[in-house]
């Protein structure tokens, strides 16, 4: 059974840090691209970073480069998203998602952390 279990979401103050995390099972994981996303209320979900499987390339979308880092450790299949430098506007739902190009359905999701950024 596949599963994506986020962890790692809060609370926190504007200039703080949190780090997410996705725990991967069901699949082969180091096969596949990881990225996080998030969706704010009434908005679209947008990719926030994705690090690819095998080669270990990043990136990121312009809102968040030079404050968040995402990274992978294939031998605990989880994927990881550091966020320092939070703002407001960070504030949305955190998704993980696994994406492989030769399976059917490619893209497998997880159910979400909730991350708030607020004084």
Request: proline share 4%.
């Amino acid at each position: 059974q596949v599963q994506l279990v986020e962890s790692g979401g809060g609370l926190v103050q504007p200039g703080g840090s949190l780090r997410l995390s996705c725990a991967a099972s069901g699949f082969t994981f180091s096969r596949n691209d990881m990225s996080w996303y998030r969706q704010a209320p009434g908005k679209q979900r947008d990719l926030v970073a994705r690090i690819i499987g095998g080669g270990g390339s990043t990136n990121y979308a312009d809102s968040v480069k030079g404050r968040f880092i995402i990274s992978r450790d294939d031998a605990k299949n989880t994927v990881y998203l550091q966020m320092n430098s939070l703002k407001p506007e960070d504030t949305a739902l955190y998704y993980c998602n696994a994406w492989y190009r030769f399976r059917d359905p490619p893209n497998y999701w997880g159910q979400g952390t909730q991350v708030t950024v607020s004084s």
